[in-house]
Protein backbone atom coordinates (compact mmCIF):
# COMPACT_ATOMS: atom_id res chain seq x y z
CA UNK A 1 0.00 0.00 0.00
CA UNK A 2 1.59 3.09 -1.43
CA UNK A 3 1.20 6.55 0.09
CA UNK A 4 -1.06 9.31 -1.49
CA UNK A 5 1.57 11.63 -2.72
CA UNK A 6 2.39 12.77 -6.23
CA UNK A 7 4.57 11.11 -9.09
CA UNK A 8 7.69 13.22 -9.38
CA UNK A 9 9.83 15.29 -6.90
CA UNK A 10 12.77 17.10 -8.08
CA UNK A 11 14.05 18.24 -4.43
CA UNK A 12 16.13 14.92 -3.79
CA UNK A 13 17.38 15.04 -7.18
CA UNK A 14 18.37 18.92 -7.12
CA UNK A 15 20.46 18.18 -4.43
CA UNK A 16 21.53 14.61 -4.63
CA UNK A 17 25.10 15.76 -5.89
CA UNK A 18 25.45 17.19 -2.22
CA UNK A 19 24.56 14.61 -0.06
CA UNK A 20 26.61 12.21 -2.18
CA UNK A 21 29.49 13.94 -1.69
CA UNK A 22 29.23 14.83 1.81
CA UNK A 23 27.86 11.51 3.10
CA UNK A 24 25.94 14.20 6.03
CA UNK A 25 29.19 14.89 7.28
CA UNK A 26 30.46 10.89 7.73
CA UNK A 27 27.66 10.11 10.54
CA UNK A 28 25.66 8.08 7.99
CA UNK A 29 26.69 6.45 4.80
CA UNK A 30 26.13 8.31 1.66
CA UNK A 31 23.05 7.26 -0.34
CA UNK A 32 22.80 7.57 -4.54
CA UNK A 33 19.87 7.50 -6.17
CA UNK A 34 20.21 6.78 -9.69
CA UNK A 35 16.86 6.40 -11.10
CA UNK A 36 13.67 8.52 -11.03
CA UNK A 37 12.04 4.75 -10.09
CA UNK A 38 13.58 4.74 -7.17
CA UNK A 39 12.02 7.65 -5.65
CA UNK A 40 8.59 7.84 -7.48
CA UNK A 41 6.34 5.96 -5.25
CA UNK A 42 7.07 7.81 -2.20
CA UNK A 43 8.58 11.40 -3.13
CA UNK A 44 5.83 14.60 -3.66
CA UNK A 45 6.91 17.51 -5.64
CA UNK A 46 5.94 20.33 -4.09
CA UNK A 47 4.08 23.65 -5.70
CA UNK A 48 6.48 26.10 -7.59
CA UNK A 49 6.34 29.62 -5.62
CA UNK A 50 7.53 32.46 -7.18
CA UNK A 51 10.59 33.42 -4.80
CA UNK A 52 11.19 29.81 -3.01
CA UNK A 53 14.42 27.60 -3.44
CA UNK A 54 16.28 30.70 -4.88
CA UNK A 55 14.13 30.73 -8.00
CA UNK A 56 12.83 33.65 -9.80
CA UNK A 57 9.55 34.59 -11.33
CA UNK A 58 8.66 33.23 -13.95
CA UNK A 59 11.01 29.99 -13.44
CA UNK A 60 10.26 26.27 -12.95
CA UNK A 61 12.16 23.74 -10.51
CA UNK A 62 14.26 21.55 -12.92
CA UNK A 63 13.09 17.86 -13.58
CA UNK A 64 14.78 14.92 -11.79
CA UNK A 65 18.35 14.24 -13.29
CA UNK A 66 18.74 17.04 -15.08
CA UNK A 67 21.39 19.08 -12.50
CA UNK A 68 20.23 22.64 -12.05
CA UNK A 69 21.71 26.03 -13.76
CA UNK A 70 24.58 26.93 -11.49
CA UNK A 71 23.74 30.70 -12.63
CA UNK A 72 25.36 32.91 -9.23
CA UNK A 73 23.45 34.94 -7.32
CA UNK A 74 23.10 38.80 -7.31
CA UNK A 75 22.41 40.93 -4.64
CA UNK A 76 23.59 40.80 -0.91
CA UNK A 77 22.93 37.26 -1.19
CA UNK A 78 26.15 35.88 -1.99
CA UNK A 79 27.32 37.86 0.37
CA UNK A 80 29.22 35.66 3.79
CA UNK A 81 27.36 35.33 6.92
CA UNK A 82 29.44 36.49 9.83
CA UNK A 83 31.40 34.06 10.90
CA UNK A 84 30.68 31.77 8.03
CA UNK A 85 34.10 30.99 6.53
CA UNK A 86 34.74 35.01 5.73
CA UNK A 87 34.45 36.06 8.72
CA UNK A 88 32.42 39.11 7.23
CA UNK A 89 29.11 41.10 8.05
CA UNK A 90 26.40 41.09 5.73
CA UNK A 91 26.29 44.99 4.36
CA UNK A 92 22.98 46.09 5.23
CA UNK A 93 21.60 43.39 7.57
CA UNK A 94 21.78 45.55 10.45
CA UNK A 95 19.63 48.46 8.56
CA UNK A 96 17.06 44.87 6.96
CA UNK A 97 16.76 44.44 11.34
CA UNK A 98 15.69 47.79 12.19
CA UNK A 99 13.68 47.60 9.00
CA UNK A 100 11.55 45.47 10.61
CA UNK A 101 11.91 46.68 14.12
CA UNK A 102 10.88 49.89 12.96
CA UNK A 103 8.06 48.67 11.35
CA UNK A 104 6.49 47.00 13.73
CA UNK A 105 6.77 50.24 16.00
CA UNK A 106 5.23 52.27 13.27
CA UNK A 107 2.33 49.68 13.13
CA UNK A 108 1.90 49.84 17.39
CA UNK A 109 2.32 53.46 17.62
CA UNK A 110 -0.93 53.22 14.75
CA UNK A 111 -3.11 51.14 16.95
CA UNK A 112 -2.00 53.24 20.16
CA UNK A 113 -3.06 56.39 18.63
CA UNK A 114 -6.35 54.93 17.63
CA UNK A 115 -7.64 52.84 20.76
CA UNK A 116 -5.81 54.64 23.29
CA UNK A 117 -4.84 58.19 22.77
CA UNK A 118 -7.66 58.78 21.05
CA UNK A 119 -10.02 57.69 23.54
CA UNK A 120 -10.92 60.68 24.95
CA UNK A 121 -12.25 61.95 21.65
CA UNK A 122 -14.48 58.89 21.28
CA UNK A 123 -16.03 59.68 25.23
CA UNK A 124 -16.77 63.28 24.60
CA UNK A 125 -18.16 62.66 21.12
CA UNK A 126 -20.46 59.97 21.82
CA UNK A 127 -21.77 62.42 25.22
CA UNK A 128 -22.30 65.18 22.33
CA UNK A 129 -24.13 62.66 20.28
CA UNK A 130 -26.68 61.14 22.87
CA UNK A 131 -27.48 64.69 24.51
CA UNK A 132 -30.46 65.98 23.09
CA UNK A 133 -30.77 68.85 25.01
CA UNK A 134 -27.11 70.41 24.91
CA UNK A 135 -27.25 74.41 23.55
CA UNK A 136 -23.56 73.92 22.91
CA UNK A 137 -23.04 71.43 20.29
CA UNK A 138 -18.69 71.52 19.98
CA UNK A 139 -18.19 71.94 16.24
CA UNK A 140 -14.92 72.97 16.44
CA UNK A 141 -12.06 71.58 18.63
CA UNK A 142 -11.38 74.53 20.86
CA UNK A 143 -14.60 74.43 22.44
CA UNK A 144 -14.38 70.45 22.77
CA UNK A 145 -10.68 71.27 24.68
CA UNK A 146 -12.51 73.31 26.94
CA UNK A 147 -14.64 70.72 28.19
CA UNK A 148 -12.52 67.99 28.27
CA UNK A 149 -10.15 70.28 30.25
CA UNK A 150 -13.09 70.61 32.96
CA UNK A 151 -14.24 67.03 32.99
CA UNK A 152 -10.69 66.07 34.13
CA UNK A 153 -10.44 69.03 36.52
CA UNK A 154 -13.95 67.97 37.85
CA UNK A 155 -13.71 64.31 37.84
CA UNK A 156 -10.16 63.04 37.04
CA UNK A 157 -8.39 61.37 34.51
CA UNK A 158 -10.69 58.49 34.38
CA UNK A 159 -13.75 60.49 33.23
CA UNK A 160 -11.87 60.75 29.59
CA UNK A 161 -10.69 57.08 29.74
CA UNK A 162 -13.69 55.36 30.39
CA UNK A 163 -15.40 52.60 28.65
CA UNK A 164 -11.92 52.10 26.87
CA UNK A 165 -11.79 48.16 28.25
CA UNK A 166 -15.15 47.60 26.50
CA UNK A 167 -13.92 48.79 23.44
CA UNK A 168 -11.13 46.47 23.41
CA UNK A 169 -14.11 43.70 23.97
CA UNK A 170 -16.32 45.35 21.29
CA UNK A 171 -13.43 44.29 18.79
CA UNK A 172 -12.11 40.90 20.34
CA UNK A 173 -16.36 40.03 19.80
CA UNK A 174 -16.36 41.12 16.41
CA UNK A 175 -13.38 39.69 15.25
CA UNK A 176 -14.19 36.09 17.33
CA UNK A 177 -17.74 36.33 15.71
CA UNK A 178 -16.44 36.32 11.90
CA UNK A 179 -14.43 34.01 12.37
CA UNK A 180 -16.45 31.55 13.77
CA UNK A 181 -19.41 31.98 11.22
CA UNK A 182 -16.87 32.01 8.60
CA UNK A 183 -15.43 28.95 9.79
CA UNK A 184 -19.20 27.41 9.86
CA UNK A 185 -20.75 28.73 6.92
CA UNK A 186 -20.17 29.29 3.09
CA UNK A 187 -19.32 32.91 3.37
CA UNK A 188 -15.98 34.20 2.44
CA UNK A 189 -14.17 36.46 5.24
CA UNK A 190 -11.96 38.31 2.28
CA UNK A 191 -12.69 39.17 -1.21
CA UNK A 192 -10.27 37.23 -3.81
CA UNK A 193 -9.03 39.66 -6.81
CA UNK A 194 -11.30 37.68 -9.48
CA UNK A 195 -14.04 38.92 -7.26
CA UNK A 196 -18.16 38.63 -8.43
CA UNK A 197 -21.15 40.17 -7.31
CA UNK A 198 -22.31 36.91 -5.42
CA UNK A 199 -18.73 36.63 -3.52
CA UNK A 200 -19.52 40.49 -2.53
CA UNK A 201 -22.84 39.64 -1.04
CA UNK A 202 -21.95 36.70 0.77
CA UNK A 203 -19.28 38.80 2.22
CA UNK A 204 -21.38 41.75 2.97
CA UNK A 205 -23.57 39.20 4.47
CA UNK A 206 -21.24 37.74 6.60
CA UNK A 207 -20.19 40.98 7.92
CA UNK A 208 -24.07 41.76 8.53
CA UNK A 209 -24.58 39.05 11.01
CA UNK A 210 -21.39 39.95 12.56
CA UNK A 211 -22.71 43.20 13.59
CA UNK A 212 -25.85 41.60 14.58
CA UNK A 213 -23.99 39.14 16.92
CA UNK A 214 -22.21 42.23 18.50
CA UNK A 215 -24.85 44.72 18.90
CA UNK A 216 -25.62 44.02 22.67
CA UNK A 217 -22.32 44.05 23.41
CA UNK A 218 -21.72 47.29 21.29
CA UNK A 219 -24.82 49.02 23.31
CA UNK A 220 -22.90 47.96 26.65
CA UNK A 221 -19.71 49.70 25.89
CA UNK A 222 -21.39 52.65 24.61
CA UNK A 223 -23.54 52.84 27.86
CA UNK A 224 -20.21 52.60 30.07
CA UNK A 225 -18.45 55.04 27.72
CA UNK A 226 -21.12 58.09 28.10
CA UNK A 227 -21.98 57.32 31.54
CA UNK A 228 -21.02 59.42 34.07
CA UNK A 229 -17.83 59.04 36.49
CA UNK A 230 -19.85 61.20 39.49
CA UNK A 231 -22.70 58.81 39.74
CA UNK A 232 -20.92 55.16 38.46
CA UNK A 233 -20.19 52.21 40.34
CA UNK A 234 -16.83 50.54 40.04
CA UNK A 235 -17.51 47.86 37.19
CA UNK A 236 -15.34 45.10 36.52
CA UNK A 237 -13.58 44.33 33.11
CA UNK A 238 -16.32 42.21 32.19
CA UNK A 239 -18.91 44.13 32.70
CA UNK A 240 -19.74 44.76 29.64
CA UNK A 241 -19.91 40.81 28.34
CA UNK A 242 -22.20 40.53 31.46
CA UNK A 243 -24.89 43.60 30.39
CA UNK A 244 -24.67 42.39 27.29
CA UNK A 245 -25.88 38.96 27.59
CA UNK A 246 -28.70 40.76 29.85
CA UNK A 247 -29.82 42.70 26.88
CA UNK A 248 -30.19 39.36 24.89
CA UNK A 249 -32.14 37.47 27.45
CA UNK A 250 -33.82 40.42 29.31
CA UNK A 251 -32.28 40.46 32.75
CA UNK A 252 -29.46 42.47 34.34
CA UNK A 253 -30.10 46.19 35.21
CA UNK A 254 -33.44 47.88 35.59
CA UNK A 255 -34.85 49.52 31.91
CA UNK A 256 -37.25 51.66 31.52
CA UNK A 257 -40.35 51.33 29.36
CA UNK A 258 -38.90 53.44 26.26
CA UNK A 259 -35.84 50.91 26.29
CA UNK A 260 -36.03 50.15 22.09
CA UNK A 261 -36.04 45.82 21.53
CA UNK A 262 -33.08 44.43 19.86
CA UNK A 263 -35.03 44.12 16.77
CA UNK A 264 -35.48 47.41 16.08
CA UNK A 265 -32.32 48.09 16.48
CA UNK A 266 -30.66 45.50 14.28
CA UNK A 267 -31.71 47.64 10.47
CA UNK A 268 -29.84 51.11 11.62
CA UNK A 269 -26.77 48.77 13.11
CA UNK A 270 -26.38 46.51 10.68
CA UNK A 271 -26.39 49.93 8.06
CA UNK A 272 -24.31 51.93 9.72
CA UNK A 273 -21.41 49.15 10.02
CA UNK A 274 -21.83 48.17 6.66
CA UNK A 275 -21.82 51.54 5.03
CA UNK A 276 -18.45 52.12 6.93
CA UNK A 277 -16.99 49.06 6.02
CA UNK A 278 -17.64 49.45 2.13
CA UNK A 279 -16.58 53.54 2.25
CA UNK A 280 -13.41 52.42 4.59
CA UNK A 281 -12.73 49.59 1.48
CA UNK A 282 -13.28 51.71 -1.07
CA UNK A 283 -11.28 54.75 -0.22
CA UNK A 284 -8.57 52.52 1.28
CA UNK A 285 -8.09 50.96 -2.13
CA UNK A 286 -8.65 53.94 -4.27
CA UNK A 287 -5.56 55.81 -1.64
CA UNK A 288 -3.52 53.04 -2.12
CA UNK A 289 -3.57 52.91 -5.74
CA UNK A 290 -2.89 56.41 -6.10
CA UNK A 291 0.45 56.63 -3.29
CA UNK A 292 1.83 53.09 -5.40
CA UNK A 293 1.43 54.83 -8.90
CA UNK A 294 3.27 57.91 -7.15
CA UNK A 295 5.96 55.64 -5.97
CA UNK A 296 6.31 53.77 -8.77
CA UNK A 297 6.86 56.42 -10.80
CA UNK A 298 8.95 58.13 -8.66
CA UNK A 299 11.25 54.47 -9.08
CA UNK A 300 11.37 54.55 -12.66
CA UNK A 301 12.48 58.32 -13.11
CA UNK A 302 15.55 57.69 -10.32
CA UNK A 303 14.77 60.12 -7.82
CA UNK A 304 13.87 57.96 -4.99
CA UNK A 305 16.54 57.56 -2.49
CA UNK A 306 16.92 54.30 0.09
CA UNK A 307 15.18 55.95 2.82
CA UNK A 308 12.56 57.10 0.69
CA UNK A 309 12.23 53.19 -0.78
CA UNK A 310 12.57 52.08 2.81
CA UNK A 311 9.41 54.35 4.30
CA UNK A 312 7.57 53.24 1.08
CA UNK A 313 7.14 50.14 1.89
CA UNK A 314 5.18 50.92 5.46
CA UNK A 315 3.69 54.16 5.37
CA UNK A 316 1.52 54.03 2.01
CA UNK A 317 -0.98 51.22 3.69
CA UNK A 318 -1.03 53.48 7.19
CA UNK A 319 -2.06 56.81 5.24
CA UNK A 320 -4.71 54.59 3.31
CA UNK A 321 -5.97 52.94 6.48
CA UNK A 322 -6.03 56.87 8.12
CA UNK A 323 -7.71 58.07 5.13
CA UNK A 324 -10.31 55.48 4.96
CA UNK A 325 -11.49 55.54 8.77
CA UNK A 326 -11.60 59.66 8.38
CA UNK A 327 -14.02 59.68 5.23
CA UNK A 328 -16.27 56.95 6.80
CA UNK A 329 -16.27 58.64 10.04
CA UNK A 330 -17.18 62.05 8.76
CA UNK A 331 -19.75 60.73 6.41
CA UNK A 332 -21.38 58.23 8.60
CA UNK A 333 -21.18 61.02 11.54
CA UNK A 334 -25.16 61.73 11.25
CA UNK A 335 -25.89 58.29 10.91
CA UNK A 336 -24.00 57.51 14.23
CA UNK A 337 -25.76 60.27 15.99
CA UNK A 338 -28.85 58.39 15.34
CA UNK A 339 -27.81 54.99 15.61
CA UNK A 340 -26.43 55.91 19.43
CA UNK A 341 -29.63 57.50 20.49
CA UNK A 342 -31.54 54.58 19.71
CA UNK A 343 -28.89 52.42 21.66
CA UNK A 344 -29.06 54.48 24.83
CA UNK A 345 -32.65 55.17 25.23
CA UNK A 346 -34.33 53.31 27.60
CA UNK A 347 -31.17 52.38 29.60
CA UNK A 348 -31.23 55.18 32.36
CA UNK A 349 -28.03 56.61 31.61
CA UNK A 350 -26.21 59.38 33.20
CA UNK A 351 -23.78 61.76 31.09
CA UNK A 352 -21.81 64.61 31.80
CA UNK A 353 -23.36 67.96 31.16
CA UNK A 354 -21.67 69.18 28.41
CA UNK A 355 -22.47 72.85 28.36
CA UNK A 356 -21.02 73.44 31.98
CA UNK A 357 -18.20 70.76 32.22
CA UNK A 358 -19.96 69.69 35.37
CA UNK A 359 -23.62 68.59 36.95
CA UNK A 360 -25.32 65.69 35.26
CA UNK A 361 -27.97 65.03 32.81
CA UNK A 362 -30.42 62.16 32.27
CA UNK A 363 -31.17 60.94 29.18
CA UNK A 364 -34.93 60.54 28.77
CA UNK A 365 -35.80 60.39 24.85
CA UNK A 366 -38.95 58.73 23.22
CA UNK A 367 -37.41 58.14 19.67
CA UNK A 368 -39.97 55.58 18.11
CA UNK A 369 -37.48 54.31 15.88
CA UNK A 370 -34.92 55.27 13.64
CA UNK A 371 -37.36 57.76 11.00
CA UNK A 372 -38.79 59.41 13.89
CA UNK A 373 -35.43 60.27 15.54
CA UNK A 374 -34.20 61.79 12.40
CA UNK A 375 -37.03 63.71 12.06
CA UNK A 376 -36.76 64.94 15.70
CA UNK A 377 -33.58 65.73 15.43
CA UNK A 378 -34.19 67.88 12.31
CA UNK A 379 -36.95 69.52 14.14
CA UNK A 380 -35.37 70.59 17.48
CA UNK A 381 -31.83 70.59 16.92
CA UNK A 382 -31.62 71.49 13.17
CA UNK A 383 -29.11 70.11 10.74
CA UNK A 384 -26.43 71.04 12.99
CA UNK A 385 -27.87 68.58 15.74
CA UNK A 386 -26.41 65.43 13.98
CA UNK A 387 -23.17 66.90 13.67
CA UNK A 388 -22.87 67.48 17.96
CA UNK A 389 -19.36 66.64 19.02
CA UNK A 390 -18.08 66.73 15.62
CA UNK A 391 -14.77 68.81 17.25
CA UNK A 392 -13.65 65.49 18.77
CA UNK A 393 -13.15 63.93 15.65
CA UNK A 394 -11.41 66.81 14.07
CA UNK A 395 -8.86 66.42 17.55
CA UNK A 396 -8.61 62.98 16.86
CA UNK A 397 -7.57 62.75 13.51
CA UNK A 398 -5.37 65.26 14.29
CA UNK A 399 -3.40 63.30 16.96
CA UNK A 400 -3.29 60.55 14.77
CA UNK A 401 -1.52 62.47 11.88
CA UNK A 402 0.93 64.20 13.99
CA UNK A 403 1.67 60.81 15.69
CA UNK A 404 2.14 59.36 12.07
CA UNK A 405 4.34 62.51 10.98
CA UNK A 406 6.16 62.07 14.24
CA UNK A 407 6.83 58.11 13.33
CA UNK A 408 7.92 58.91 10.12
CA UNK A 409 10.45 61.17 11.21
CA UNK A 410 12.14 58.92 13.58
CA UNK A 411 12.03 56.66 11.65
CA UNK A 412 13.67 58.46 8.83
CA UNK A 413 16.22 59.89 11.37
CA UNK A 414 17.34 56.00 12.04
CA UNK A 415 17.57 54.70 8.77
CA UNK A 416 19.63 57.56 7.65
CA UNK A 417 22.02 57.03 10.53
CA UNK A 418 22.46 53.06 9.74
CA UNK A 419 22.58 53.53 6.06
Known amino acids: MHPRRPDGFDGLGYRSGARDEQGFG ?57 GGGGGGSVPGQSSEQLNRFAGFGIGLASL ?47 ALWKGMGSTFIVQGVTLGAEGIISEFTPLPREISHKW ?16 IVAMPFYSASLIETVQS ?9 LECIKEGIGRVIGLGVPHS ?33 ILKRKTYHSHLAGSTSPV ?27 LETVLHRLHIQGTRTIIDNTDLGYEVLPINTQYEGMRDCINTI ?12 FGAVVIQYTLHAAVLQITKIIYSTLLQNSV
Open 196 to 211: NPKQIGEHLLLKSLTY
Open 257 to 289: KRLLPLLSLIFPTVLHGVLHYVISSVIQKIVLL
Open 229 to 237: EIIRDNTGI
Open 378 to 389: RQEEGMLGFYKG
Open 308 to 334: QSMLDAYFPELIANFAASLCSDVILYP
Open 26 to 82: GAFPARSFSSASDLSHWVTTPPDIPGSRNLHWGEKSPPYGVPAPSTPLEGPAEEPFP
Open 112 to 158: FTENVLAHPCIVLRRQCQVNYHARHYHLTPFTVINIMYSFNKTQGPR
